[in-house]
């Protein structure tokens, strides 16, 4: 109830990709995870979505999410200089990060992701990970949250 559809969906397609689902499964799962508004809008739908894709352009156009800032120097300049505080979990840095770059490039690489997020890291944790050589986002989190555990 307080994510935007786009975040919503992106954050479902973590989930959705790191365990493999193909349409069929995501589309089933999508009103489980629904709330409120967005669950009432969903279960008033005559008509069953066929793909996620489907699904996701009408989500978001039945709750459109805020504009994307245009601005990419300024995104840039906030992926360089974003760091993991000092109380701040690898989870909530992981998806505060990640956000950043959705907006600054929703295509951007997994490697070039990655990158971003070990430099950013406390520095007990990145000596930690910089010698595994992390090529992934989900091998990041993996490993960063066994390390702060």
Not at 77 to 82: G, W
Not at 98 to 111: G, I, T, V, W
Request: hydrophobic fraction near 35%; glycine fraction near 2%.
């Amino acid at each position: 109830s307080t994510d935007n559809s786009r975040d919503w969906c992106d954050r479902a397609e973590i989930i959705f990709d790191a365990f493999h689902l193909t349409d069929a499964d995501r589309l089933s799962r999508i009103g489980i995870k629904l709330e409120d508004t967005a669950f009432n809008w969903f279960r008033a739908i005559p008509q069953r979505f066929t793909t996620w894709i489907l699904f996701r352009q009408s989500f978001e156009k039945a709750f459109p999410p805020p504009e994307r800032t245009p601005n990419l120097h300024l995104l840039a300049e906030q992926i360089n200089l974003r760091k993991q505080g000092t109380e701040e979990s690898v989870h909530d840095y992981y998806y505060a990060l990640d956000k950043l770059c959705r907006e600054y490039d929703p295509q951007m690489s997994a490697l070039d992701k990655t990158i971003k997020l070990v430099s950013g890291l406390r520095d007990e944790l990145k000596e930690k990970l910089l010698p595994l050589n992390v090529q992934s986002p989900e091998e990041f989190m993996v490993k960063a949250k066994n390390y702060e555990s």
